[in-house]
């Protein structure tokens, strides 16, 4: 399977305007704390310590499958969760109440319109040159 990712000719950026992040070394402290972060991680091999679940459970499919004559029985239903809430049922009815009872939400006074100034958003996307 191969994944595919579509860019709208404004995504696109030039190569000439790619500009690569300079490397650097890293520095005796940074050094320090990954040698020390990597000893805190690191434990004497011990491979009694791992075990083999897929295999077990895949040895354990074949003779049930040996054992039933090359038929398996049916997977065990998984069981329906009991307090499951359809969110979207519960809005559609609190919207029904809403207007049955004739409020449009809560309405802003004059005054807290006026006290209140909305900043301009940031700019969270930067339009690049098509290529």
């Not at 990712?5 to 990954?34: N, S, T, Y």
């Not at 398996?72 to 029904?96: F, T, W, Y």
């Not at 809560?106 to 006026?114: L, R, Y």
């Amino acid at each position: 399977m191969m994944l595919e990712l579509m860019h709208f000719p404004d995504e696109i950026l030039d190569v000439d305007e790619f500009k690569l992040p300079q490397a650097r070394e890293p520095g005796a402290a940074e050094k320090r704390m990954a040698k020390q972060l990597v000893d805190s991680m690191t434990v004497k091999w011990n491979p009694d310590g791992y075990k083999d679940d897929y295999r077990e459970a895949l040895e354990k499919v074949i003779e049930q499958k040996i054992r039933s004559g090359g038929k398996l029985p049916p997977a065990p239903r998984a069981r329906k969760a009991g307090n499951i809430i359809d969110l979207a049922e519960v809005l559609k009815r609190s919207l029904q109440e809403a207007s049955a009872k004739g409020s449009k939400g809560p309405k802003a006074s004059k005054a807290g319109k006026s006290a209140v100034k909305k900043k301009p958003a940031p700019e969270t996307h930067r339009r690049r040159k098509a290529a």
